[in-house]
């Protein structure tokens, strides 16, 4: 772990939302789906404290910041499907996914292979998420939210796991390269000033210590997935961009092979409530793409 400091970079005081330790020996886990919750357990054996962080704001500055170097980077993309119209509203269309998939995973897939030089990308999934501030939506595969609790989506067992399960027979060789896993982190209308995401430096957090493997079970028919909850530090390090609009995305690293010269292998991140704008903005829409990358 290397101590990051930016120096007067404008800021914004929030809360952020911890997992707590379990008891020695005790694996967490959390399940996705309440109605796959058996009898006599809880969705989570796990308890969560909010903790107070100055989130600092990169825009003017993104190009401090790098996948290799903090795990997360900004990319402007004018020419985005998500932008067409003014991008005040999202478009109808992201509410079809065979769209979605038709559409914006060729702009993204084209958009890694571009930019990180990408010998093949895999696209496996996109969730939309539209912030419910009413309180009466539950957070389900159908209804995602903004998930507002400190994470990283996958720990190296799950994203090997990923390749076999999603790449089959191609998967003993492409293990053999380098690959990543990276999500594409887009709102679909702007600007965002509910729930926006901020994002952990990697040089600030002690990946021994304070990351804890979770187990994310399914349902019945469905494998499980392990991602990373992760402890209190007071060292992390917090960023955002403000404003973000529709032809900007965030990269956000999950796992990366290559461990060498202190490259970035992961970013935590979580939504966050921020209390400027408490009630007055309108709700957050925003997509993310999950995608295997092979160098």
Known sequence: MVQVYQDSLPSV???LTYVLPNNPGE???FYINPDHVPAGLTTTNTSNQPFEYAIQDIRGVEDRFGLSISGFEVVRTPESVAKLGDGTESREEWKDDAWVQDVYYREVEQLLIERLGAHRVHIFDHTIRRQDNSGTIPDTPSTRQPVQRVHVDQTPASAVARVHRHL??????LLTRRFALINVWRPLRGPVLDAPLAVADFRSVD???DLQPQELRRGPEEP???TFAVLHNPNHQWYYLSNMRPDEALLLKCHDSDHSDGKATFTPHTAFYDPRHAGKVPARESIEIRTLVFF
């Open 13 to 15: 005081k929030a809360e």
């Open 224 to 226: 499980s997935g392990e």
């Open 207 to 209: 990946a021994h210590k």
């Open 168 to 173: 089959g027979a191609d998967a003993e060789e």
């Open 27 to 29: 694996k967490m886990y």
